[in-house]
C-alpha cells in the first residue's frame, strides 16, 4: 500500500496537473483578467477560511505585511495568471504547463540581482538546458501548429508569466524572516491578486461580466478547489518530507497537464517538440537534484 505521503505527493501532482485542463474554459466566456479575478478571490477567501478553521497563529493584521501581500498577490496570483491564461488562446494548455516549469530561469537570475547570490556553473546548466528545450519545442511546431495556432507569442507570453512569478516567489523570501504562517500568506495574497484583476477588468471593460454557463461555472469551481487544495496538500508535503521531496511535485505537474492535452485538446507531438518537453522538465529535475542532494 502506499504512505500516507506518497499519497498526498500523486494526489497534489494530480491536482496540478488538472488545473491547466480547465483554463481554457474559462477564457472561452471571460477576458483573462476577469477570469482569473473570480478563481483567486473565491480561492483566497477559502484558503483564509481554512486557516482560520485551523487555527493558524500569528494572523497577519498590520499594514506592512498586508502591504506586501498585495504586491506578492498582484505578481503570482494576478499579472502571471492573466498572461498564462492570454497564452491558452494561443497553444494548448499542456504546452502552458511544460514552459512554466522552468520557472527556474527567472527564479535564479532575479535571486541573483536582488539577494547577490552567485550564479553558478549548476544553476548555468540548468538555463541552457531549459533554453534548449524551449528552442526545440519551437522547432517542433512552427509549421504543423500542433501545439497550437503560435507557438512564438505562447511562448513569449508564458517567459512573461514566469518573470511576474519570479518576483512574488523573490518577495516572498520576506516571510522567511517572521512567523506568519505560509497558509495565511497564500491565502491573502491570492485574495489581494484577485481582488487586483478584478478592479483591472472593470476599468478596462468598463463593466463586470459573469457568465452562468454550466460548463463556465463548473470549470471555476474546479480551480477555486484545486488552487485551495493544491497549496493545502503542497504545505503538508513541505513540513513532512521537505522542500527538495515536496518540489517534484512541479516536474511532475507538466506531464500531467500534457497528458490531459491530448486526451481533451487533441495535443499531437512532432519528435522535435517531444524531445523539447522532455527537455525542459529534465531541466527541473537537474535543478532539484543540484540543488538539494538530501530529500529530507
Known sequence: MLSTNSSIF????LLGGMGWIFGPSQVKYLPPEMAVAYRFIMAGILTILFAFISRYKHRPINFKTQGVFIVQGICMFSINYILAYYALNYVLSGIVAAILSMLVIPNTLLESLFFKKKYTSKKILVTLVGFIGIVLLFLGDHKDNNFGISIGKGVLLCCCSMFFTS????????????????????????LWGGSFSLIYAHIKLG?????????????LLALTVLSTLIFILYQILLTRKGAGFAAYV??????????????????????A??????????????NLILKDKSYA
Open 10 to 13: 500523486i494526489a497534489c501532482s
Open 167 to 190: 518576483l512574488g516567489a523573490n518577495l516572498s523570501q520576506y516571510f522567511k524572516k517572521t512567523t506568519i504562517a505560509p497558509v495565511w500568506a497564500v491565502g491573502f495574497s491570492m
Open 207 to 219: 463593466k463586470l461580466l459573469f457568465p452562468l454557463e454550466q460548463e463556465f461555472i463548473i470549470s
Open 250 to 271: 512541479w516536474v511532475i505537474t507538466p506531464a500531467i497537464a500534457l497528458l490531459l492535452s491530448w486526451l481533451f485538446e487533441g495535443l499531437t507531438l512532432t519528435n
Open 273 to 286: 517538440g517531444a524531445l523539447g518537453i522532455m527537455i525542459i522538465m529534465l531541466g527541473g529535475v537537474l
